[in-house]
């Protein structure tokens, strides 16, 4: 028997490249989809996973969901400067997972903040969109609250139960940005790059991050889970179309501030009205 010749090998070689990418791609591949659930299981991908035990907790509780509710800022100590000292250490370690995202982004002396358009490079320019984007969203969304509330797929969310204090409003502003930079930086920025590196299809792209986005809200109920899907989607097609994420970071900072510092301030019976309370 006489070995095959080179071209008679040629298709065969060429359907095994074609079957698997180099080992060193492979090893690329593995590296990062464990580098992502590392990430995720420090961050908003836990996050999901409680919420969705918390979902089918109060499911099974008994009370339907309209009697049930959550707070979103509570307090967490009596005695002011001890509140204020947890309420200071959560933000700030809330955002420890924002830095291993950027570190790990940043790698080969490349910067994750230009990549994934964080800077401060055109600050009118993103915050008019940030405002654009916060008013296409937020106004809808209270609709949307108040209209699972009234059909028993939400639980009542009380956006803030800090305790009247010098430092409340600032620590609530805190609040707003830490959520913004914790969800935008790793559920837009973060993810949408990895995922794209591994390969995957655009749409299947944007529909992972606003799945992930929703997961995490479900504690809130089925209204807050399609309302943050549904903007996972907006946001998502933004960055895939833009590649910045500082509009993002802005428009859902100033959605929180207005639910966060709104809530301590507008009047009960105001709140009552809409739903909030």
């Known amino acids: 028997m006489t070995a095959p010749t080179p071209a ?17 791609q492979r090893a690329y591949r593995r590296r990062l989809t464990t580098e992502i659930w590392i990430v995720l299981g420090l961050s908003l991908g836990k996050s999901g996973l409680y919420a969705v035990v918390n979902i089918i907790d109060r499911l099974t509780a008994g009370p339907p969901l309209a009697d049930q509710s959550t707070t979103l800022n509570p307090s967490r100590s009596p005695r002011p400067w001890l509140d204020l000292t947890y309420q200071l250490l959560q933000i700030g370690f809330a955002l420890v997972p924002v ?93 949408m790059e990895r995922l794209r590196e591994l390969r995957w299809s655009a749409p299947a792209i944007v529909v992972a991050s606003a799945l992930l986005r929703g997961s995490y ?24 179309r833009r590649r910045r994420v500082m509009p993002l970071v802005m428009a859902h900072t100033l959605m929180d501030m207005v639910v966060f510092v709104g809530y301590a301030l507008v009047p009960a019976a105001w709140l009552a009205a809409i739903g909030l309370n």
Do not use: C
């Open 217 to 240: 809200h479900l504690y809130q109920g089925w209204g807050a889970f399609v309302g943050n899907a549904i903007m996972g989607l907006l946001f998502a097609e933004y960055y895939r």
């Open 8 to 24: 008679d090998a040629t298709p065969d070689l060429a359907a095994s490249a074609l079957a698997a990418p180099p080992p060193s």
């Open 99 to 191: 830095a291993l995202a950027l570190y790990l982004l940043s790698a080969n002396g490349k910067s994750a903040v230009r990549r994934i358009g964080l800077e401060l490079t055109r600050p009118w320019r993103d915050l008019a969109v940030g405002v654009g984007l916060a008013a296409l969203i937020g106004i809808p969304g209270l609709g949307l609250y108040a209209a699972a509330r009234a059909l028993g797929l939400a639980v009542e969310v009380q956006a803030s139960a800090l305790n009247a204090a010098w430092w409340t409003i600032p620590v609530l502003l805190l609040a707003a940005l830490q959520n913004a930079l914790l969800e935008e930086v790793i559920v837009v920025g973060y993810l």
